[in-house]
């Protein structure tokens, strides 16, 4: 259990949080890759560098069950939140092994599996299409397509890219349009109307020029994109036109020269509240501490001071932040959670905000991870 930690301030209007408590998932040198929230917040789920995902509440940390079944490194999880989906409970992931798999969250069991082939790599997915049928799937220099429903598979786009495509995305609020990212540098833009090709269905090609790990939309109406590289540049653009409007190549560099107290190693995620066009970039210390700065994309672009800094919680690299302040309601919000962390400590992380009266309560039980046989 750690020392409840107050989040040092570095500006007069920064929100303050502490360490709520800190979750060991494992017994050894495994790691938290990503924590994905269920649509309703009644469980989130974490992928672990043991190949299994753990389900825990996020109100109260409770340990909730394991899904266990790839063979390989799991390289996205994501919960169903299709509006017309009638199975919220379905935890889906993909994985190095060339399967993209569901699970039941009520039983813990695998309900569907769908392969690439064992040759493959799944590094990401995502469901969309004008009628919400389409599974998309980024894998080496490959996007696969899928009709969820039945499992067949509709297409493959093998000449837009020529490495691993790491990110695919259906564009919020135009969902027959797929965005994709690659090791090669580039971002395409895919209409997934009627029969998928690349001849026919390529809409536009954005060259970042350098390997892309993370992209994500935000904005009024998701019709900006911002994208982080594997060395740690930043880059803000209006998807419809392919125009940039901020290309921070020093982006880390910048972080750091607002940080008095420390120095950015690497970025972990951009957050974007869903609402306004604000966006932060969350970067961190390979000692664990967090930090939220601010992104001002307009002229030239500028990373401001950090709005609120995590320290405290982990020992090692950061790889996920899952916010909880914009969520509407629930338990979670009633209880002032700010979030939850994970990292390559193998900790899972709850921060509190300051007005909070549990920072200083240790309720961590040995009842929370059961040791594996």
């Known amino acids: 259990m750690e020392e409840a930690t107050a989040m040092e301030v570095e500006e007069p209007k920064s929100k303050k949080f502490g360490l709520k408590n800190s979750i060991q998932t494992n ?7 990503q924590i994905a929230p269920k649509d309703d917040w009644s469980s989130m789920a974490v992928s672990l560098s043991t190949k299994a995902v753990k389900l825990y509440s996020p109100a109260t940390g409770q ?3 394991e899904c266990k079944g790839h063979s390989d490194t799991i390289n996205q999880i994501s919960f169903s939140v299709s509006s017309s989906s009638s199975s919220p409970h379905v935890l889906h992931s993909c994985s190095s092994d060339g399967t993209i798999r569901a699970w ?7 309900v569907s599996c769908i392969s690439a082939g064992s040759s493959q790599e799944i590094f990401s997915f995502s469901f969309g299409g004008s009628n919400d049928n389409l599974l998309a799937a980024g894998a080496k220099s490959q996007i696969l397509f899928w009709d969820w429903r039945n499992g067949k598979q509709v297409a493959c786009l093998e000449e837009s890219h020529i490495e691993d495509v790491t990110q695919v995305h259906f564009v919020p609020d135009n969902r027959n349009k797929l965005l994709s990212a690659s090791v090669d540098g580039l971002m395409c833009i895919f209409n997934t109307d009627g029969d998928i090709n690349d001849d026919d269905n390529l809409e536009s090609v954005i060259n970042v020029g350098t390997s892309i790990g993370k992209v994500g939309f935000f904005g009024e109406t998701y019709k900006k994109l911002w994208c982080l590289t594997h060395i740690e540049s930043l880059s803000i653009w209006d998807w419809r036109d392919a125009r940039n409007e901020a290309n921070l190549l020093e982006a880390r560099s910048l972080a750091s020269d607002s940080w008095t107290l420390d120095h950015v190693d690497y970025f972990v995620d951009c957050h974007y509240p869903g609402e306004g066009e604000s966006l932060w970039v969350i970067g961190g210390t390979n000692a664990g501490a967090l930090g939220y700065f601010p992104v001002n994309y307009r002229g030239v672009g500028t990373i401001g001071s950090p709005e609120a800094i995590l320290g405290g919680g982990h020992t090692g690299v950061v790889r996920s932040v899952l916010p909880m302040s914009s969520m509407k309601g629930g338990r979670a919000q009633s209880q002032g959670i700010f979030g939850w962390t994970g990292g390559e400590d193998g900790r899972l992380c709850c921060w509190l905000s300051d007005d909070s009266s549990e920072i200083n309560r240790s309720w961590i039980s040995s009842a929370l991870v059961m040791k594996p046989p």
């Open 63 to 65: 340990f909730q069950g």
């Open 104 to 110: 039941d969250t009520r039983t813990f069991q695998q």
């Open 27 to 33: 017994f050894g040198n495994d790691y938290v890759f």
